[in-house]
Nanobody, 116 residues
């Protein structure tokens, strides 16, 4: 069974950048479509972006399209989220999971805080 671990979050000023990483510990990472999700305080968790298993197709939520970029490195069992031009409304805990998400694969997430 895959285990997923997110990292790379932090505190950044508006307009800044961060790159999140998601490392999978299992052996079938390259078989899965994967996604990044986020949950802001008082809000439901939402999809941010997803990528197909080969890294050839990506989709983004409207609020991040043009600013965020999802990618993956299958030999390294790792997925990335490059976040540019960050805004205070991007403040949230960011999670990775399969796409669509599977209940048993949620990790601890990584906190991203954007100051104005």
């Amino acid at each position: 069974q895959e285990r997923l671990a997110e990292s790379g979050g932090g505190l950044v000023q508006a307009g800044g950048s961060l790159r999140l990483s998601c490392v999978a510990s299992g052996s079938r990472f390259s078989a899965y479509f994967m996604g990044w999700y986020r949950q802001a305080p008082g809000k439901q968790r939402e999809m941010v972006a997803w990528i197909d298993n080969r890294g050839r197709k990506t989709e983004y939520s409207g609020s991040v399209r043009g600013r965020f970029s999802i990618s993956r490195d299958n030999p390294k069992n790792t997925m990335y989220l490059q976040m540019n031009d960050l805004k205070p409304e991007d403040t949230a805990v960011y999670y990775c999971n399969m796409w669509p998400a599977l209940r048993d694969y949620w990790g601890q997430g990584t906190q991203v805080t954007v100051s104005s």
